[in-house]
C-alpha cells in the first residue's frame, strides 16, 4: 500500500509540526504551501514537506488539511474546493467550527469535509517553532454533522493517532465551540487580564510556579485570538460572565472581612479541582497547549 499523500496549506506552527510528524511517521507523502515562499523553501530543504504546492494547479491529495487561521480558512474556502480530487477529504484545524464547518459544508460538493482541532499549541508562532512531538499524549478533536461521511472520520482519526495524538473526541461543531469557550479561550482572557496589572513589571524575584502557571498563555498572536473570541462571542461572554460572577465573590467576601465565607469559595475550588483530577488522572507539567 502507497503513502497516504497530504497537503498541508499553512506551514505555520501548527502545519509545520503535522508535516514533521508525518515525515516522522513515515506513513505519509506530503505537499506543503504557504504564501511565504521563504518558509515553504525552509520547509522543503529541512524535507518536512516532500514537495511545494504552487497555489494554482489541482492537488491530487488525499488529504487537504487547512492549517490557518479561520478568516483565511473561510476565505480559502471560496475557492480551493475545485481544485481539490474528487471524494478527497478536507478539513481545518482552526479553534472554533461552527462557522467554518457551517461555510464548508455548503461549497464541498466534491470533496468531504471535516471539521478538526488538534488540542496542542505553544506560546511562540511560525515555521521554525513547529516540532514533530507537538501533538504527542494530547487530543485531537473532529467535529460531525449529519453531512459528515463516516469513513472519512475514520481516516482523520487514524491520521490523528500517526502524528502522535492520544485519543480522539468526536463531537458537533456547536458543542465544541462551547467547550472551547471554557477550557482555551476563557484562560486566555484570564491571563491577559492579569498580566495587564501595573504589578505585572516588577513581578521579579517574586514570582514563581502561579505567575508563571497563570500568564503563560497571555503571550498569543493578538490577530489570531481577535478571531477566535469574536467568532466565538456567545459562548466566551457567557463563560465570562460567570468568571466576573465568581470574582466578584471572592471580592465581596474580602471587602466584608466574611472569612467564613472566603473560607467556603477557597474549598469549593479546591474540591472541584480534586474532583477534576480525579476523574481525568493526574496533570503532569506540560510544554504545550
Given at each position: 500500500m502507497g503513502k497516504i499523500k497530504v497537503a498541508i496549506i499553512g506551514?505555520?506552527?501548527?502545519?509545520?509540526?503535522?508535516?514533521?510528524?508525518?515525515?516522522?511517521n513515515g506513513g505519509y507523502y506530503v505537499i506543503g504551501y504557504d504564501t511565504d515562499?521563504?518558509?515553504?523553501?525552509?520547509?522543503?530543504?529541512?524535507?518536512?514537506?516532500d514537495e511545494i504546492w504552487d497555489g494554482e494547479t489541482a492537488l491530487s491529495s488525499d488529504?487537504?488539511?487547512?492549517?490557518?487561521?479561520?478568516?483565511?480558512?473561510?476565505?480559502?474556502?471560496?475557492?480551493?474546493?475545485?481544485?481539490?480530487?474528487?471524494?478527497?477529504i478536507l478539513t481545518d484545524i482552526c479553534g472554533i467550527k461552527s462557522e467554518i464547518v457551517s461555510k464548508a459544508e455548503d461549497v464541498c460538493k466534491e470533496v468531504y469535509f471535516v471539521g478538526g482541532h488538534p488540542m496542542a499549541g505553544r506560546e511562540l508562532s511560525g515555521f521554525k517553532y513547529s516540532d514533530a512531538e507537538l501533538f504527542f499524549g494530547r487530543s485531537y478533536i473532529i467535529t460531525k454533522t449529519p453531512k459528515t461521511n463516516p469513513s472519512a472520520i475514520e481516516k482523520l482519526k487514524q491520521m490523528a493517532m500517526d502524528i502522535g495524538?492520544?485519543?480522539?473526541?468526536?463531537t458537533t461543531p456547536e458543542y465544541h465551540d462551547k467547550m472551547i469557550a471554557y477550557t482555551s479561550q476563557l484562560p486566555h482572557v484570564l491571563a491577559g487580564a492579569y498580566m495587564n496589572s501595573p504589578t505585572s513589571a516588577s513581578h521579579k524575584g517574586y514570582s514563581a510556579g502561579s505567575y508563571h502557571d497563570v500568564s503563560r498563555v497571555a503571550s498569543v498572536d493578538e490577530g489570531l485570538w481577535t478571531q477566535l473570541f469574536s467568532q466565538n462571542k456567545k459562548n466566551l461572554l457567557f463563560e465570562l460572565?460567570?468568571?466576573?460572577?465568581?470574582?466578584?465573590?471572592?471580592?465581596?467576601?474580602?471587602?466584608?472581612?466574611?472569612?467564613?465565607?472566603?473560607?467556603?469559595?477557597?474549598?469549593?475550588?479546591?474540591?472541584?479541582?480534586?474532583r477534576d483530577i480525579s476523574l481525568n488522572g493526574s496533570e503532569k507539567p506540560h510544554k504545550f497547549g
Open positions: 506551514l505555520g506552527l501548527m502545519g509545520g509540526s503535522i508535516a514533521k510528524a508525518m515525515k516522522k515562499k521563504e518558509i515553504s523553501a525552509l520547509a522543503k530543504k529541512s524535507e518536512s514537506v488529504i487537504t488539511i487547512l492549517a490557518v487561521n479561520p478568516r483565511v480558512a473561510l476565505s480559502l474556502l471560496e475557492t480551493l474546493p475545485p481544485l481539490l480530487k474528487t471524494q478527497s495524538c492520544a485519543d480522539v473526541t468526536v460572565d460567570i468568571l466576573i460572577k465568581n470574582l466578584e465573590d471572592y471580592r465581596s467576601a474580602l471587602s466584608d472581612n466574611d472569612t467564613d465565607r472566603l473560607n467556603n469559595i477557597i474549598k469549593t475550588g479546591r474540591i472541584l479541582k480534586e
